[in-house]
T-cell receptor
Framework: EPEVTQTPSHQVTQMGQEVILRCVPI?????FYWYRQILGQKVEFLVS????????KSEIFDDQFSVERPDGSNFTLKIRSTKLEDSAMYFC???????????FGSGTQLSVL | GENVEQHPSTLSVQEGDSAVIKCTYS??????FPWYKQELGKRPQLIID?????GEKKDQRIAVTLNKTAKHFSLHITETQPEDSAVYFC?????????????FGRGTSLIVHP
């Protein structure tokens, strides 16, 4: 079965630094998402992306966050100035169409020190 | 926005017993309800889903029921096995600006004792 891939698997950064989390969605999928999961808590929606633009974002997704699809395969999440509370597992997901199941990547564990 | 409540937070059963996890949602416009299983340190993976035009769906030992009037849906696992031990998340998808955004519950940690 095709998979969503994410890199890196772990990222450690200093508070205030910029990080870029990378994702390669499944090739024929059209809808892309970023979620995060703080340890032991629920999976929280950050942003959805379709047709090269953000289609929906949560209140967590403030001006410090941005997403980009720089080419036909990658989908990135950038955090401009990381805060301690940004420490979490970040999951990328994609789906073939609306109201279809999400395929999650294996996640990037971000630790902000 | 949508709010999904999930209970219980932890469920401990003996192998062979049944397990039931319940979720409620707030947005009556939600019409797609997936369930994801997340094993320790791994990605969430879909195990079953149900759409609002049906009340029940079954796949081997797993079944999901949906009551649209009451806005709740449940996951039923029969003849539980140790490999069923994981965190299970329910989700409800609502439409927002042309997107369907799954909102997740807090998760249920299922422990199946051999």
């Amino acid at each position: 079965e095709p998979e969503v891939t994410q890199t890196p698997s772990h990222q450690v950064t200093q508070m205030g630094q910029e990080v870029i989390l990378r994702c390669v969605p499944i090739s024929n999928h059209l809808y892309f998402y970023w979620y995060r999961q703080i340890l032991g808590q629920k999976v929280e929606f950050l942003v959805s992306f379709y047709n090269n633009e953000i289609s929906e974002k949560s209140e967590i997704f403030d001006d410090q966050f941005s997403v980009e699809r720089p080419d036909g395969s990658n989908f990135t999440l950038k955090i401009r100035s990381t805060k301690l509370e940004d420490s979490a597992m970040y999951f990328c997901a994609s789906s073939e169409s609306l109201r279809e199941k999400l395929f999650f990547g294996s996640g990037t564990q971000l630790s902000v020190l | 926005g949508e709010n999904v409540e999930q209970h219980p937070s932890t469920l401990s059963v003996q192998e062979g017993d049944s397990a039931v996890i319940k979720c409620t949602y707030s947005d009556s416009a939600s019409n797609y309800f997936p369930w994801y299983k997340q094993e320790l340190g791994k990605r969430p993976q879909l195990i079953i889903d149900i759409r609002s035009n049906v009340g029940e769906k079954k796949d081997q030992r797993i079944a999901v029921t949906l009551n649209k009037t009451a806005k709740h849906f449940s996951l039923h696992i029969t003849e539980t096995q140790p490999e069923d031990s994981a965190v299970y998340f329910c989700a409800a998808s609502h439409s927002s600006g042309g997107s369907y955004i799954p909102t997740f519950g807090r998760g249920t940690s299922l422990i199946v004792h051999p």
